[in-house]
């Protein structure tokens, strides 16, 4: 089969493009139809309020996921790429450096909750959600197929994870089981995963037995990774910090109706993290070899985050009244919130894009500049909208504060030419550009 020519893209870069990335989009498609299909049951089964009460615990674990990742997928990628003979250090030191942050976090995250606890949402649920953190460890093993390109490897776990997940929810429906099950639902999906990622390496020898932790390399990839944490961390600030707010200030069975449109609206947040985790080693190649090639390639990833991001948000914009006809009629009134909340997705896109140049450019510090900057801005928004506004408000925050964030590098002199960039993709001047050079 081959792939329609596309304006100014390299035919041949882009077939080689899709057969490199085509295995982890079915994976994550996969996974993503499986998991909104028994979403949407759950949220039926548990209705706003209680839906409200497990998901507000869900929000401390993404605050603190940035510290138990410690922001190192992508410099073990990088590592694997340049260094494929110590994979075995590499990998070791990455998994013990993940185990230990898990740990760590789990105390940090009972003190978030002493210090701005979830109305509603009992303690014992997040204690059960913050060994996620723990669990996540063994993703270094994606990482390492992702450097391989064998993303089949990843796409056959995700995909049978999620199945194996799937019925074990469904079965907790039927039998109708209480709420604390569903939180212990989130942490086995983190479970499968990592048991799918461990025994697939286990073939074709490998053995996760022979991993070695090396200090100097773990001082290295966490003097790298830190800008990365702190911006992880101003990440899950701008894209959760609405929801517990919202839980806060008016309630769990508000709070319940957004977690709806939140997990709609993020679903395909995945996708520029699969497109530009695959073409990261190309924009690294190109740097080194041609700077011209380079900035062409930069800009054809913004052009293809606008591609892909903009189509879907004007979907779902018009399609939300119909998406709300598989929930209860209680969860109707979100429809307009999502056709809002989509757009920010647009932002989302770009900002994953122009992050891999702030990499490539070890310019790591940007990154927590700018979204600790977007954090700031949704928490000022939410406590203004909030109260006049709900969760319309809170959508509004979000999509303010998530353009503010990408955008930042325009007031940074030393990359504000990437956010010209990103101006030029997204108001389609590049694609006009490239079909008026044919």
Known sequence: MRIPNIPGFDQQALEKYFKNTGMLFIGRIGSLLIKMIVSIQIANYLEPTNNGIVTGGTVYIYFFSA?????????????????PEQRDTILGTSFWLKVISGFVCIPLIYLAYQVYPARATPYHYVLILSFIGVAQA?????SYFQSQVQSKYIMQVQVA???????????????????????????????LLSAGYFFTYQRKQRNIFNWSFNKPLAVKLLSYS??????GIMVALYMKIDQLMLQNIIGVKESGAYATVAQLSEAWNFVPAV???????????????????????????????VYLSVPAALVITFASPLVYKLYKP?????????????WSGVFVF??????????????NKLTFIRTGFGAIVNIV????????MGMMGAAIATLIAYASAAFFILAIPKVNKQGIMMLKSLFLISLFQKVTKR
């Open 67 to 83: 510290i138990a990742t410690l922001g190192l997928d992508q410099f073990i990628i990088k590592e694997l790429h340049q260094f």
């Open 350 to 363: 770009l900002g994953a894009a122009s992050g891999q140049y702030l990499i490539a450019e070890n310019l």
């Open 275 to 305: 497109v530009v985790s695959s073409l990261f080693p190309a924009i690294l190649n190109a740097r080194r070899d041609d700077p011209e090639r380079y900035k062409k390639r930069i800009q054809n990833l913004y052009d293809l985050m």
């Open 161 to 191: 994870g999620n199945l194996v997940s799937a019925a074990i929810k469904i079965s907790f429906i039927y039998l109708k089981m209480p709420m604390v099950y569903f939180v212990y639902a989130y942490l086995l999906d983190v479970v």
């Open 330 to 342: 209680e969860y109707a009134y979100a429809a307009p919130v999502l056709s809002v909340h989509i």
């Open 226 to 231: 830190w800008p990365l944490i702190i911006s």
């Open 138 to 142: 063994f993703n270094v093993i994606d």
């Open 381 to 388: 928004l939410n406590l203004l909208l909030i109260p006049k």
